[in-house]
């Protein structure tokens, strides 16, 4: 085997082997996809035919090397570590203890970090010797100048009507809305849909051939809009987004970087909006603080904006009819939509490891 990408979450190893087989195509480079949620024994026979490349989620790759016969990485050239920092977040050390030690010494190492941490750095010495640092930028809260950035300062009660204000003021364009929770992405998607807006919802509790779903038809276009928890705020490649909204705020500043980069890219123009309630002021202020600069506000007539309100109130309602419907549904099947985050001493099996659930 030539190469490992290990990367943090199942839909961005599914973005990186896209990339290897696009470019890879007329050379006849085989991929193999290793990730949590998937058939063991279908990935086990993928190994068999020995691909050039294979790109893992760390905890599902250590299971094949546990309990795949005859599967081993002595022979691996290349490895590569994404998104380092993200793989730590997820409490991804221990299982990366155990690969390390399994890879043959003569390798080359690429670790590829947003942050440089105190875990990154432990990492680099456990997986790296005599490495070269290339720093693309020493402000880690730098944004391009390409990305426009403004806030809405608000009263929480009316965030859907500026919000809707919002999505009219650019209309058609490719827009990713970022909440807080699972049940308002799925709010919010429905709440859009009433009104004739084309939006699908991105999170952690969606199947793993949804998301993908989701993500496919957000990238074709045949939906616009994309409602999404912070699973797509970072290493997801979307092209051509327009327009970035926070209708939560996130809730460190680190977030709403990779909130905002997901606009502006590869040189292109790019525009991000923040509704900052009353609630929001002090985390707004240490957001503005870490980017170093004062936010311009976005001036909307509040007269043109409330004119929305008997529209948006029905939406609304539906809104919340639909979701009473969907939580009935699934307390059926005995799984409930939840609106839940794991803390950093939460355990998880070491299959959803991989698995964003905000």
Request: a positive charge.
């Amino acid at each position: 085997m030539f190469g490992l990408v290990l990367a943090p979450t199942r839909e961005l190893a599914y973005q990186i082997s896209q990339q290897f087989e696009a470019l890879g195509s007329l050379i006849s480079v085989r991929c193999a996809v290793i990730v949590g949620g998937m058939d063991m024994v279908s990935q086990a026979i993928a190994l068999g035919k020995k691909p050039h490349i294979i790109v893992a989620t760390p905890g599902r790759l250590l299971d094949h090397l546990e309990n795949t016969k005859g599967f081993s990485l002595r022979s691996l050239k290349y490895l590569v570590m994404d998104e380092a920092d993200r793989l730590l977040d997820l409490d991804f050390g221990p299982i990366l203890d155990k690969i390390l030690k399994v890879l043959p010494k003569e390798r080359r190492t690429y670790l590829f970090s947003a942050t440089m941490s105190s875990k990154v750095e432990s990492l680099q010495r456990a997986s790296l010797s005599n490495p070269l640092r290339v720093s693309v930028s020493s402000n880690k809260y730098q944004t391009v100048s390409t990305l426009l950035q403004n806030c809405l300062i608000i009263p929480h009660k009316h965030k859907d009507i500026y919000l809707i204000y919002l999505l009219n003021e650019f209309p058609g364009q490719s827009v990713i809305i970022f909440t807080r929770t699972v049940n308002e992405t799925q709010r919010l998607a429905i709440l859009l849909r009433a009104l004739g807006f084309g939006a699908i919802p991105l999170h952690g509790q969606l199947s793993q051939s949804a998301r993908l779903g989701a993500l496919g038809k957000f990238r074709s276009r045949s939906r616009n809009i994309l409602v999404a928890t912070d699973v797509a705020a970072r290493g997801l490649d979307i092209p051509s987004v327009d327009l970035v909204l926070n209708y939560d705020l996130p809730s460190d500043s680190k977030t709403y970087i990779h909130r905002v980069g997901r606009t502006a890219r590869a040189g292109k123009s790019g525009r991000a909006f923040s509704l900052v309630t009353q609630y929001d002021v002090e985390i707004w202020q240490r957001i503005e603080a870490a980017l170093g600069k004062e936010l311009d506000e976005y001036k909307v007539e509040k007269e043109e904006v409330m004119v929305l309100s008997d529209r948006v109130g029905e939406a609304q309602r539906h809104a919340i009819t639909e979701m009473k419907e969907l939580h009935e549904n699934r307390g059926k099947k005995g799984a409930t939509l939840r609106n839940r985050r794991i803390g950093k001493g939460a355990k998880r099996s070491r299959d959803e490891m991989d698995r964003e659930e905000g």
